[in-house]
C-alpha cells in the first residue's frame, strides 16, 4: 500500500531523514515510536506530501508519486491525516467541518455528503453532536471528529501523528477505541503514538526511528519482549 524506498528530507544543513526503506501492507497497522526529534512526524508529512523529501521514491497503492508530475493534491485526498492538535475548522459546525472537503474539493453533492458525515459521526458514537462547533467539544471528541473528518475523504491510508498526545488521559481511551475499530475494519494505518498497549495489542509492526533513520522493527510481541538495539531499549524504559 505504501512504498518508501530511500526517503531523505533535510532542514537546511539538519538532516532530518537518513534514508527511509519502509512498506505498509493492505490493512497492516505500523507503529511508529522514537524520541522527539527522530523524525517521525516529518516523515508522516513526507508520506502525505505536505513535506517533499529531498530525494527517494514513494508509491501509493502501487502508483509512483512523481511530484512534479502529479496531482498532490488528489494523493492528499487518498491519504487521510489526523494530527495532534485536531485542527478542526473553528468557524464550522462538526457537520460542516465533515462536508467541506467532499464538496469543495470532491464535488460530491450536498445531500450525499451531509449522509455519509452522519454515518461517520454514528461511528465515532457523535451522531447528537453534529451541531456542535469544536469549542463545544472536549479534546477526545474534537479527535474523534477530525478522525470522521479524514474518512469522510474515503481515504485508503490514514496516518495518525500523536493523535493522544494532548488529551487528558481519561480522554485518551475514547479515541483509541476509534481507532482499533478502525483497524478491525482493515485500514491500512501508520500511527506515531507513545501508547504502548495500543501498539502491542493493534499494531501489526513496530518500527523504530532514531535520528532519522530506521533502527529496528518488528511484530510487538517480539520486539517489546526482545529489542535489540540499545536506543530502543533506553527509549522504551523511558516511555514504559
Ligand atoms: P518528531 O516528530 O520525531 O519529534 P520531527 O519530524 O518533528 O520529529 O522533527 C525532526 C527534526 O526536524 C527536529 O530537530 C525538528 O526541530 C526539525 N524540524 C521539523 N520541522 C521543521 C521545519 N519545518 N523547519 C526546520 N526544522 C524542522
Ligand atoms: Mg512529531
Redesign the pocket.
Known amino acids: 500500500m505504501i512504498k518508501v524506498k530511500n526517503l531523505q528530507k533535510a ?2 544543513d ?1 538532516q ?1 531523514l537518513k534514508g527511509i526503506d519502509l512498506e505498509v501492507k493492505m490493512s497492516e497497522v505500523v507503529v511508529l515510536i ?10 508522516l508529512r513526507c508520506l502525505n506530501f505536505l513535506e517533499m523529501a529531498d530525494s527517494g521514491e514513494i508509491s501509493i497503492n502501487n502508483q509512483f508519486i512523481v511530484p512534479a508530475r502529479t496531482d498532490l493534491n488528489k494523493v492528499r485526498e487518498r491519504v487521510g491525516m489526523v494530527f495532534q492538535h485536531f485542527n478542526l475548522f473553528p468557524h464550522m459546525n462538526v457537520l460542516e467541518n465533515l462536508m467541506e472537503a467532499p464538496v469543495q474539493v470532491k464535488r460530491k453533492p450536498k445531500e450525499e455528503a451531509r449522509k455519509r458525515a452522519m454515518d461517520l459521526l454514528r461511528k465515532v458514537d457523535l451522531e447528537e453532536k453534529f451541531h456542535c462547533y469544536p469549542e463545544e467539544l472536549s479534546g477526545g471528541q474534537k479527535q474523534r471528529v477530525a478522525i470522521a473528518r479524514a474518512l469522510a475523504m474515503e481515504p485508503e491510508i490514514m496516518l495518525f501523528d500523536e493523535p493522544t498526545s494532548a488529551l487528558d488521559p481519561e480522554l485518551v481511551g475514547e479515541v483509541l477505541q476509534v481507532m482499533k475499530d478502525l483497524a478491525r475494519e482493515g485500514m491500512t494505518m501508520v500511527v ?1 503514538t507513545h501508547e504502548m498497549g495500543f501498539a502491542r495489542e493493534v499494531g501489526d509492526r513496530i518500527v523504530m ?1 532514531s535520528e532519522g533513520q530506521i533502527i529496528e522493527q518488528g511484530h510487538p510481541s517480539e520486539f517489546f519482549a526482545n529489542p535489540k538495539h540499545e536506543r530502543t531499549r533506553r527509549f522504551l524504559n523511558q516511555i514504559l
Open positions: 532542514y537546511g539538519l532530518v522514537g524520541s522527539s526529534g527522530s523524525g517521525k512526524s516529518t516523515l506515531v526511528l
